[in-house]
């Protein structure tokens, strides 16, 4: 049996776009925050109703089309967890 210390280790050239590339990771955990506390105004009832289409569309907007244009480039970058 041979001896895995002196076989040689395949790495992967590094794409200088990606290592160059900020992480999303804030980008997705802001939009995920600031659509939960303005539901959470919202409940608590520290902010009017009449405001409920503006939190609805931010909601939409922020909170979902930001996270998967940051979880997409998370995994440009490689990292499948963020």
Do not use: S
Request: charged content about 10%.
């Amino acid at each position: 049996m041979a001896d895995t210390a002196e076989m040689p280790v395949e790495t992967k050239p590094v794409n200088p776009h990606v290592a160059t590339t900020c992480t999303a990771g804030p980008i997705g955990l802001t939009a995920f925050g600031i659509t939960t506390i303005l539901l959470n105004f919202l409940n608590a009832e520290l902010i009017g109703k009449d405001t409920i289409t503006l939190i609805i569309c931010y909601g939409m907007f922020h909170g979902g089309v930001i996270q998967i244009l940051a979880g997409m480039w998370e995994v440009y970058r490689g990292n499948i967890f963020g």
